[in-house]
Each structure stands twice: as C-alpha cells, then as structure tokens.
C-alpha cells in the first residue's frame, strides 16, 4: 500500500506542526535561509538538501525559487517516502543516503552544487563525522557556492556566561495545544499506518534513532572544521539564542 500524494501532504503537515513545537521559530530561520539561497545563488540554483527528512526545508526553497533543482538527502526511509509522494515534483529528487559515508558519490545529478543547506539535521552527526563530511561537501560545491546549515549551535567553552545567559532567556515554549503532538508522539502515529508498514521497518533495522547523548556543537568548531574542510570563509547570518544559521562560501 502506497501513501497518495494528499495523505503524504497531511503527514507532512503534521510533520512541520510537530517539528514548530519543538523549534517555535523554525518559519522566521527558514524565510532566512531561502532568501539567503537567493541572495547568494541566484534564480536557478543546484542545491543539496542535507539531512532533508520530509523536504519541509526543500518544499520551501522551491516556493522562493521555482527553478531550483534540489537534491534531497536523508537516511530515513519514513521520511523519504513522505517527501516523496508529498511534494511530487520533477525538480526534487530524493535520495536514500547516510551522510556518514560516501555520500557524494550517490547524487543523481551531477556536481558542481550552487547552494547546500541543511536544517535541525548535523547536530545527528559526531563531532569526528563532520571534517570527513564537510570535505565531502567542498567537492561538490562550486567556488563561490554557499553552504547554509540551521540548527543548534553551543555556545564555546570559554563563553559560560554568556551560554547561562542565553538558556535563562529562551522564551518558555508555548504549552502544548489539546491534541498537539510531539516527537515520539507524531513517530508512533506514522508508523501505526499500513502505508509505511514497510519503511517503518526498514527504520527500525536500521537503528537510526535521534542521539540523545549527542556532542556538544558550538559555532567554533563547526567555522574552525569548515576552513580546513576548505571553505574560505563563514559566518552566522540569522540567530536567536542557540538557534543560528551559519553561513560558508566554498
Ligand atoms: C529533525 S530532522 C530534520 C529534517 C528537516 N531538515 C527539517 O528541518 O524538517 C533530522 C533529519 O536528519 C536526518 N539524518 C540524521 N542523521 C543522518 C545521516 N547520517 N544521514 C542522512 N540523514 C540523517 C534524519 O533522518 C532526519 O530526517
């Protein structure tokens, strides 16, 4: 049994409804990230969507930009089947793909990529990943293209105060809506449908679960890997406490 186009949207929908709760300021990071997309790679970029799950970050650049053509990479098969069947379009192409291993050597169009973006998904990679990951991606990238990751960024070692600072300022996250669901809640619902019987379990098989004991991510050393990964320069273009989006030219 195969999701039709419109009950993939829905779980899309409640995809995007479940990952708001968690991240309240996900719409102003990603009007942020589409427009930087513009700014930097023009009218008809090739671009990756790392760690794209659904294609929420996808469906959105191709709203800003409809000659866009995307490259949506994502290791979990749920997910993929979702964006799918819920965005249909020729200029997407998702890929089943684990961005720990030889991911470029599985894109279905060819490089060089203008733009590579990526939202809520490196933080899943170790720390000792991402110099092997970011290499990866400078060669697929052209010279000049620009990389654009949201997600949480730490704070640095040497920046305690400001860290402490910044954990008592986040706004408490809005109570949660009668019927609202939350991550583990909007999992066990997908994989209660007969439509995603299989890819369910294709997911469990594969053990992919979110890291909860992941490492901690500052902004520095994701700049200091990215320079020797071959970026020549980055920066942060959109932030709001922890919630940052880095910038880097190829
Ligand atoms: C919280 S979701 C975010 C999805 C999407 N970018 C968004 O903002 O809605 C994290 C995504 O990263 C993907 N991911 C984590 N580790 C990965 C890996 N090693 N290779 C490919 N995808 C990975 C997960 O499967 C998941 O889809």
């Known amino acids: 049994m195969v999701a039709t186009p419109s009950v993939a949207s829905e779980w899309l929908r409640r995809w995007d409804a479940q990952q708001q709760l968690h991240i309240p300021d996900r719409e102003d990071r990603f009007t942020a990230m589409t427009a930087a997309v513009a700014a930097y790679a023009g009218d008809r970029p ?3 969507d790392l760690g794209s799950g659904p294609g929420s970050l996808s469906a959105r650049v191709l709203q800003r930009l ?10 979990d098969p749920v997910l993929l089947a979702i964006g799918r069947r819920a965005l249909d ?13 030889a991911w470029t050597e599985q894109l279905p169009i060819d490089p060089p990529f203008d733009a590579a973006v990526s939202t809520t998904a490196l933080h899943w990679l170790r720390l000792d990943q991402l110099l092997p990951f970011y ?13 654009l990751d949201g997600d949480r960024f730490d704070f640095d070692h040497d920046q305690r105060t400001i860290g402490a600072g910044a954990a008592a300022a986040q706004p408490e996250w809005p109570p ?30 594969r053990h992919h679960e979110h890291p909860h004991d992941h490492e901690h991510h500052t ?16 920066g942060t273009i959109w932030q709001h406490l922890v919630n940052r989006v880095l910038i880097a030219i190829r």
């Not at 379009?89 to 291993?101: E, I, K, N």
């Not at 609202?180 to 997911?203: G, H, I, N, T, Y």
């Not at 990215?226 to 020549?232: E, I, K, M, Q, R």
């Open 66 to 75: 409809p000659e866009a053509e995307i490259v949506a990479l994502d290791t």
């Open 219 to 234: 902004y520095e050393f994701h700049r200091a890997t990215l320079l020797a990964a071959g970026f020549s320069e980055v």
């Open 176 to 205: 949660l809506p009668e019927g609202a669901e939350d991550w583990p809640a909007w999992w066990a619902a997908v994989e209660a449908q007969p439509e995603f019987r299989e890819e369910a379990e294709l997911r469990h098989a």
């Open 135 to 147: 290499r990866q991606l400078a060669s697929v990238l052209r010279p000049g293209g620009v990389f």
């Open 89 to 101: 379009s020729a200029r997407v192409h998702f890929v089943d793909v684990d961005l720990r291993g």
């Open 46 to 48: 090739k671009v990756l």
